[in-house]
């Protein structure tokens, strides 16, 4: 069968649990929305220290909560052992890796669509012509954390403590992607010319590239495990 054909086969199984469940989803984008809700009260509304605050404050929204998401991403074959029976089919594990891979970065988009919402109107920002850039980077950092996230995820599984040991794994190594959003994440929210930012897109491109290389790389040992 085809690799990609099999690959869209494994994403849609994961998507129609979650559809059936939709217990990680509604708790991710919950912590998503709570943590936009906390930060708006901590600040003075109209004060220019919520402004500089704000690309901070989104990527915070944005990428914690996803932690929940990438702890269940692994969770029902685990339960089932099913996830045995994947390993030992005579498919390239590859394919497995780009299946939760694309699950996963398929619902932290559809969240980050509702958080990024949510944030222009809690922090009263205006929708301009440099919100399309503001999605572009959503997408760039989305790969990168679901590609890592999918591999520190499968490495973790089998962990009792999972939900504590993932981000600890996962945020240190995604540090200069977070560095690099939130700073062009700043330009783009200001009122100046965008003279860093392409600089900061091609670091996001960079990694995106990397890292996907990297996992899909590393995955077929850590399933070994």
Known sequence: MNALRLIGILA?????IEYRSRHAFLTTLFFALLILIIFNFAFDPGNQSIKDAAPGILWVSLLFP???????????????GT?????????????????????????????????????????NLT??????????????????????????????????????????????????????AVNATREVLGTGELEFFWQWLRLLVASDVVFIAG????FDYVVEE
Do not use: C, H
Not at 215 to 218: A, D, R
């Open 127 to 180: 929708f301009s012509t440099r919100l399309g850039w503001l999605f572009l980077l959503m997408l760039l950092v989305g790969i990168v954390f679901s590609s890592v996230g999918t591999l520190f995820a499968a490495m973790v599984s089998s962990v009792r403590a999972r939900d504590v040991l993932l981000p600890i794994l996962l945020f240190p190594i995604l540090v200069p992607v977070v560095i690099a």
């Open 83 to 123: 996830l045995y029976g994947l390993i030992l089919a005579p498919i390239d594990r590859g394919v497995l890796f780009f299946g939760k891979f694309l699950a996963n970065f398929f619902l932290l988009a559809l969240v980050d669509l509702f958080v990024l919402g949510s944030f222009f109107i809690f922090y």
């Open 215 to 218: 996992s899909f790389l590393v």
């Open 12 to 16: 849609a199984k994961d998507l129609r």
């Open 66 to 80: 996803g932690v929940i998401q990438l702890n269940r991403s692994f969770q029902s074959e685990r339960e089932e």
